[in-house]
């Protein structure tokens, strides 16, 4: 959809790998060559031969090491030293060999809390021994690109500089802003864009969880259009110690993004996913829209399977927008080095 081909795919997870094969590769919509691999054990070299990019440059790399290690769910000094977190150095063996123009990686905040300070240092410092520039992360905001979800994420871009001599413009800028700001762009999108239209007859993505008697009646108390666990008047064991997981078995506000979708974004008990105003959690679908996926894109895998793929995406209107500066970037970088081999 950002009119960039891609050429090589690596991903373990089962379902997710049946996922794209089913929308991207058996459609014919992209040649890609995907490898359902662990990546610690797939080399870089290996996949070059196999797809073509040891005939060919690497314009854009894109990455997205597990994010749990670094979640803000894990307290304390919890995912310190977590192999998760090693991900991220792996990623840059395969920027080291593939030696894309740009890279560009995804995580969560947490990535930058003092605790996690040595893998990103340790990610700087690889990067600049290879000669590439690497701007400071920036966390950005889905709801900022036209994605109706309040989704906050990292993302650290690099460049290399044997062929690029300062960095592009990036990130792009925001092409949608606070209804209470003075701005001429148009608002965030709210989750109505979302539920206000039915799902197709055939989606077999149109899938919620199926709740008990009590949980039913429980949502049946909480106030449409935004109302909160609390309101319902159920309290749980674990809520009677402390004040925390307020947003968990809440109703989602229709009138404003949607909350970030996590890989549990169809179980109410896991956050804010309670449908605006019917009495059950979210629809795969419905999460899927909330990311930006065209309601052709079908998730394998079932309901939970379906949640966690949807979870771990960057959403695709927000991709679309990161990578549109990156493509006009590398079409001026090949034409420059066009120009200099003629003359």
């Given at each position: 959809m950002a009119d960039i081909e891609v050429a090589a795919a690596v991903e373990m997870n089962e379902h997710a790998c049946k996922t794209y094969r089913r929308n991207l590769i058996d459609t014919g919509l992209t040649s890609t060559h995907l490898f359902d691999r662990d990546i610690t054990e797939l080399s870089p070299s290996e996949l070059m031969k196999k797809s073509g990019l040891d005939a060919k440059k690497c314009d854009i790399l894109l990455g997205g090491p597990p994010c749990q290690g670094f979640s803000a769910h894990r307290l304390s000094d919890a995912g310190v030293n977590d192999p998760r977190n090693a991900l991220l150095l792996r990623y840059f063996e395969y920027v080291r060999i593939l030696r894309p123009a740009f890279f560009l990686v995804e995580n969560v905040p947490g990535m930058l809390w003092p605790k996690h300070k040595s893998f990103v240092d340790a990610f700087y410092s690889l990067a600049k021994s290879a000669r590439y520039g690497v701007l400071d992360p920036v966390v950005i905001n889905a709801r900022d690109y036209g994605v109706p979800q309040n989704r906050r994420r990292v993302f650290i871009l690099g460049y290399d500089r044997r062929r690029i001599k300062e960095a592009p413009a990036w990130p792009p800028k925001p092409t949608h802003a606070d209804p209470g700001a003075e701005s001429a762009l148009p608002h965030w999108r709210p989750?109505?864009?979302?539920?206000?239209?039915?799902?197709?007859?055939?989606?077999?993505?149109?899938?919620?969880?199926m709740h008990g008697k009590e949980l039913v009646a429980t949502f049946a108390r909480t106030p449409a259009n935004g109302g909160s666990r609390k309101d319902s008047g159920r309290v749980l064991p674990c809520h009677e110690d402390h004040d925390g997981h307020r947003d968990v078995y809440g109703r989602i506000d229709p009138k404003a993004p949607a909350p970030t979708m996590t890989t549990a974004c169809i179980n109410p008990s896991k956050g804010r996913f309670v449908h605006p105003t019917k009495h059950h959690g979210i629809t795969l679908r419905q999460a899927a829209r909330i990311q930006s996926f065209p309601d052709w894109f079908i998730f394998e895998g079932g309901l939970m399977a379906g949640g966690v793929q949807v979870g771990n995406a960057v959403p695709v209107d927000l991709a679309r927008a990161l990578l549109a500066p990156l493509r006009k970037a590398v079409l001026s970088i090949r034409a420059a080095e066009e120009t200099a081999a003629a003359a």
């Open positions: 989750a109505s864009l979302v539920f206000d239209r039915p799902a197709l007859r055939s989606d077999p993505n149109d899938i919620h969880m």
